[in-house]
């Protein structure tokens, strides 16, 4: 059964980047066809996708954080990773690892990670 | 963008009652990609339908999902003490993939 974990920091300073890390379990991250994405929840702006990573090495982002995300993959420790870059106290989230199918049938997110609280503070 | 309007913002029922909860979207949803999750306190959401109106494994029945276009509802026939949580619909058939606002289903 394939699981999803997200791992990172914790507490993380103003104008400092973000690293976290979401590790998968129970299956291959190269099998065909699978988006990995990261998706936030703050309070103030409920659920917000941050954006994919495809199968094949793809990017797509949120064209609202674009110019601060970066997603990639390291498909050897079967893992994907989110940099955000620029952080501020709107930053502060729980943040999420997903996957989603993009192929028919596309299901939006189907597995979830239990998520990680990221806090901004000084 | 594609902005989901979920209405109402709460609703209040007993276990037993019929629940029909609401999403509006601001343009088409392409192919109908048009999913809705389950979120309760302290947990991930949870993939309920997917494509409007197909139910994710292990879902059981009493969920059902339909609509096209830029109306879509998501109904639980008969509502049980454990479907009392926060629903989500979302679309991820244009970038970016967007959330609604949610909808609580109380007591």
């Known amino acids: 059964q394939l699981q999803l974990q997200e791992s990172g920091p914790g507490p993380v300073k103003p104008s400092e980047t973000l690293s976290l890390t979401c590790t998968v379990s129970?299956?291959?991250?190269?099998?065909?066809?699978?988006?990995w994405g990261w998706i936030r929840q703050s309070p103030g702006k409920g659920l917000e996708w941050i954006g994919n990573?495809?199968?094949?090495?793809?990017?797509y982002y949120n064209p609202s954080l674009k110019s601060r995300v970066t997603i990639s993959v390291d498909t050897s420790k079967n893992q994907f990773s989110l940099n955000l870059s620029s952080m501020t106290a709107a930053d502060t989230a729980v943040y999420y690892c997903a996957r989603s199918s993009g192929t028919s049938p596309k299901r939006g997110f189907d597995i979830w990670g239990q998520g990680t609280m990221v806090t901004v503070s000084s | 963008e594609i902005v989901l309007t979920q209405s109402p913002a709460t609703l209040s029922l007993s276990p037993g009652e019929r629940a029909t909860l609401s999403c509006r979207a601001s343009q088409s949803v392409i192919s109908n990609y048009l999913a809705w999750y389950q979120q309760k306190p302290g947990q991930a959401p949870r993939l309920l339908i997917y494509g409007a109106s197909s139910r994710a494994t292990g879902i059981p029945d009493r969920f059902s999902g339909s609509g096209s276009g830029t109306d879509f509802t998501l109904t639980v026939s008969r509502l049980e003490p454990e479907d009392f949580a926060v629903y989500y619909c979302?679309?991820?058939?244009?970038?970016?993939?967007?959330f609604g606002q949610g909808t609580e289903v109380e007591i």
């Open positions: 990573i495809y199968y094949s090495g793809n990017t």
């Open positions: 129970g299956g291959s991250m190269s099998s065909f066809g699978y988006y």
């Open positions: 979302q679309q991820y058939g244009s970038s970016p993939w967007t």
